[in-house]
């Protein structure tokens, strides 16, 4: 970004700011007043209030919380000019309120926004700190002042690092939201934050009680969908079924949100959901009523303040505020209004013991087109999430084995910027150009320093191998918690070309290679190979390779001009349209695809939507989630078989629409039981929405997705709906998984998939027309029986994380070829991180329950890797119970769908 179009966004949030400091900027102060005023005199417009509820209301007290929702990016950067006209401007207000009226509280969150205060504005930081009170001081630098007169005054309104989108990130991406988010404020501010604060965040997935719980926050205040975004426009067949399925979601003010392991948190929604100023009376009686009568409560809650570009509540707000609280305490029928905070808030509903409703479901989400918008986001996201979790496994390994210095520094800069651009405008893709850049920026630089330090601690582990041998040793790397047998690629330096490569096993077993890519390079030959590897739990195996004069006799892989077949499946391919028209899976007997529509092909839709994730309907009604009238791309300008070895079979499919272009490479794999496929698009259109389309042989009413840290099934209508890694349809004993590595939004019939690979509007932000080159990655993985049966999710982590070869030397070691450093037990059970601990050098293993299926979990820990003790912990790593252990094995109670957490505890002494 040049200075001209920084000092134009700086510009242009100062205006708002200015414009809202003097009080003519917006026109609903107009409203406010007139609000105030009516309130104040206890008028309404419609009929006077009854007896009854004057006395209710006389005993309720109405908790008004001065907040700012400051978007962190949005249309403009994530930089010092935005945290220096936008945070500090808002806290200098709201500081200027608190000095003046001494009963004033504001509510401000999200670490980002507050973290750079401490170099750049310190009287601001020390302010912050002030009106939070600490009770000792924690940084010499800035001391604490001491008590601030009314403890609190200032709250943290999160815990959480910042305002996250929810579905988007992993779930141990939303664990490290928590954890650092709340180390941040205990160890900077002196305070437990148990709130979470989510104003402006449009997806809340199921399991996201549990995170919260697991990690000290007890509560959940969000504000989407707001009534314009609570019904999608559905055809009359399916509105029944729809509501059906999310009238538990649409209505209910407070509540207790209840993950699937039973975790809970209260859950709520303000009257205001906007935030910004105050309701009408007659809105303000209504809810007070209606809260009080459905669920017996006797607080509500309001918000006041200037948002997304900061501000807060200027101070003739507040005076009118304090005018109404008067009138209240001159007797007029009136609720209690009362400046608040969201723990007093919180406090005040819990402290009575209300009878609130349970919601045990995942809560109505909105703006869906953020699942797909900026599609290079979310490929970043999701690479950047997997190779931290990989390096740190890694990492902690090498660590235990011979004392390698884990990179804590360098993992933690890197997760909180992973962290920031999950916030929830940036990873929706709903920023300017500069702002996406940033976040591409960020994702670059973990990538290229992340693989770099990888490649090290894997060096590092292999140093400590017998790879003594004939041939070439290399050590193939598995970063999960299960023996698997997959492809891997390695590159080798040879002396000169080769025709064939032989690979020996450490049992001595023969294994077909195949040379994939050679070419020479300073005098080295540089020659990529590829070959099926079996490798145990979170372990290695070592292989040797050496030249050879012929290629390995198999005939697992068959492969023509239109068609491939391993000993799985049967593809064949129509070569006038590109259509993949038949899948046979050859062990079940039956036809994978339907064979009354086109089986699978890319389809482009005409999407009506805007870079704001909004879709709409082609009338012009929002929100709007079902796609009709798809054109399939099937100008066809060849098909070619560009792959025939003894690992791996290609078929290459170019085509075109319009302006665009589009290479398909289908994949089949000696041994492996799914096909697998690579879309490059080369793309110049707008307000197209492109999909991944599969007519399936298999119907279901439902279907299942994976969401962070478990899975959900949702009805099968067609509405673009978000997963992970995976989504599946199963019946009657059969079912095929959609895998991807790098996409989220998907739309789902009875029987059909459809995986958005890239949508391109071009208003507001011109930016997300998605012009140039996108990659994806996908794989059909049929099965049968259900998706638990066929261990899909453990399909989908293998499918985003690829074995890892490491071409090394022949030496001696005290590690064997083949070894597990962890296992688990129980194909329903998930090692989903082994890290550092945040305070000490002891391990962190995190595992959680997949299949919704009560058990116990039996984790065993290579001799290897030393430790005296086993504590169970929670989520912050605080130390909860002794588990007992014996021989590098213990056993852990695990819940369905539960998120656990183990210290591995060393002795220091």
């Given at each position: ?39 104040s005199e206890g008028a309404s417009d419609d009929e006077p209030l009854s007896v009854k509820s004057s006395e ?160 000290g926050i007890d509560s959940y205040m969000y504000t989407r969908p707001r009534p314009s975004e609570k019904f ?321 006799s198999i005939h697992a892989l068959k492969a023509g001009t239109t068609m491939l077949e391993n000993e799985f ?341």
């Amino acid at each position: 970004m040049n200075r001209l179009e920084s000092f134009c966004i700086v510009l242009l949030v100062s205006g708002y700011l200015i414009g809202s400091a003097f009080g003519q900027q917006p026109e609903y102060y107009d409203t406010y007043n007139e609000t105030v005023k009516k309130y104040s005199e206890g008028a309404s417009d419609d009929e006077p209030l009854s007896v009854k509820s004057s006395e209710i209301l006389k005993g309720m007290t109405l908790h008004v919380i001065p907040q700012t929702h400051i978007d962190l990016a949005w249309w403009w950067r994530y930089d010092p000019h935005t945290v220096d006209v936008v945070v500090s401007h808002t806290l200098e207000t709201a500081f200027a309120n608190m000095e003046k009226f001494p009963d004033y509280t504001f509510t401000f969150l999200q670490t980002p926004a507050i973290e750079p205060l401490e170099e750049r504005h310190p009287d601001l930081f020390y302010k912050m700190r002030y009106y939070v009170h600490n009770e000792a001081a924690i940084n010499e630098r800035l001391p604490n002042p001491g008590p601030s007169g009314l403890n609190g005054r200032l709250a943290i309104g999160s815990g959480t690092y910042c305002e996250f989108d929810g579905s988007l990130p992993c779930g141990e991406s939303l664990v490290r939201q928590c954890v650092y988010g709340k180390r941040y404020f205990k160890r900077h501010f002196g305070i437990d934050v148990k709130t979470a604060w989510f104003q402006d965040a449009w997806t809340h997935p199921w399991t996201l009680p549990q995170i919260l719980k697991k990690s000290g926050i007890d509560s959940y205040m969000y504000t989407r969908p707001r009534p314009s975004e609570k019904f999608m426009i559905v055809p009359d067949s399916l509105r029944e079924e729809y509501l059906a399925t999310y009238a538990n979601t649409q209505d209910d003010k407070m509540f207790w949100w209840e993950s699937p392991d039973g975790s809970r948190v209260f859950a709520y929604k303000p009257l205001n959901l906007g935030g910004e100023n105050l309701p009408d009376v007659e809105n303000l009686h209504q809810y007070l009523l209606e809260i009080n009568s459905q669920y017996g409560v006797v607080d509500g809650l309001t918000l006041i303040g200037v948002g997304n570009h900061g501000g807060g509540a200027i101070q003739a707000d507040v005076e009118r505020m304090r005018q109404v609280m008067q009138q209240r305490g001159e007797g007029a029928a009136l609720a209690e209004m009362k400046f608040s905070t969201p723990e007093r808030f919180v406090s005040a509903i819990k402290s009575k013991g209300n009878d609130l409703p349970v919601i045990n479901d995942e809560l109505y989400p909105t703006i869906r087109g953020i699942y797909t918008t900026a599609s290079e986001i979310k490929s970043g996201n999701r690479h950047s999430e997997n190779l931290l979790l990989t390096l740190e496994k890694f990492a902690s390994i090498a660590k235990a084995l011979d004392g390698y210095v884990y990179p804590q520094a360098w993992l933690k800069t890197a997760w909180e910027s992973v962290m920031l651009t999950q916030f929830h405008d940036t990873i929706s893709g709903t920023d300017v150009e500069p702002s996406i850049d940033d976040a591409l920026s960020r994702y670059a630089r973990i990538a290229t320093e992340g693989k770099a330090e990888l490649d090290k601690v894997l060096h590092s582990i292999a140093g400590r191998i017998n790879t003594d041998g004939k041939g070439m040793p290399i050590i193939v790397f598995n970063p999960h918690s299960w023996e698997r047998t997959d492809p891997v690629q390695v590159e080798l330096q040879l002396h000169k070309p080769v025709d064939h490569i032989r690979i020996r096993s450490s049992e001595n077993k023969r294994i077909p290679a195949q040379i994939i890519e050679q070419h020479v390079r300073d005098g080295v030959c540089w020659v990529k190979i590829l070959f099926i590897a079996q490798v145990p739990s979170l372990g290695y195996a070592v292989y040797w390779a050496e030249p050879a004069k012929s290629a390995e006799s198999i005939h697992a892989l068959k492969a023509g001009t239109t068609m491939l077949e391993n000993e799985f499946f049967k593809v064949e391919v129509d070569p006038t349209n590109g259509v993949v028209k038949r899948i046979i899976d050859k062990q079940a007997k039956r036809e994978v695809l339907s064979q009354t529509e086109n089986g699978h092909c890319v389809q482009i839709f005409e999407d009506h939507g805007d870079a704001e994730g909004f879709l709409i309907s082609p009338k012009g009604f929002g929100e709007y989630y079902l796609w009709n009238d798809p054109q399939c791309v099937d100008q066809v300008e060849e098909v070619n078989l560009v792959e025939s070895g003894a690992v791996r079979a290609a078929l290459q499919i170019k085509m075109k629409f319009q302006l665009a272009r589009f290479i398909q490479r289908i994949y089949l794999y000696a041994g492996i039981p799914r096909i697998e496929l690579e879309t490059v698009l080369d793309w110049n259109g707008k307000n197209k929405m492109v999909k991944a389309a599969f007519a399936l042989n298999v119907r279901s009413d439902s279907a299942t997705y994976e969401i962070p840290y478990g899975t959900i099934a949702r009805p099968s209508i067609g509405e673009e709906q978000v997963a992970q890694k995976w989504v599946d349809i199963s019946d009657d004993g059969y079912g095929v998984s959609l895998l991807n590595d790098s996409r989220y939004g998907h739309d789902i019939t009875p029987n059909s998939i459809r995986l958005s690979l890239l949508r391109s509007p071009d208003h507001p932000v011109y930016a997300t027309d998605e012009k140039g080159i996108h990659q994806v990655r996908y794989a059909l993985y049929p099965h049968q029986g259900d998706w638990r049966e066929a261990q899909t999710m453990r399909r989908g982590y293998e499918f985003n994380d690829p074995l890892i070869g490491v071409s090394t030397e022949n030496h001696p070691g005290d590690l064997p070829v083949r070894h597990s450093f962890v296992t688990v037990e129980g194909a329903n059970v998930i090692i989903s991180a082994l890290k550092k601990a945040e305070d000490s050098d002891d391990l962190i293993l995190r595992l959680y329950e997949s299949d919704g299926k009560d058990g116990i979990g039996k984790i065993g820990l290579s001799p290897f890797i030393e430790f005296n003790a086993v504590h169970l912990t929670d989520l912050l790593e605080n130390e909860l119970a002794c588990i007992d252990h014996d021989d590098h094995q213990f056993e852990l109670n695990i819940g369905r769908y539960a998120i656990e957490s183990c210290k591995l505890i060393s002795d220091k002494y």
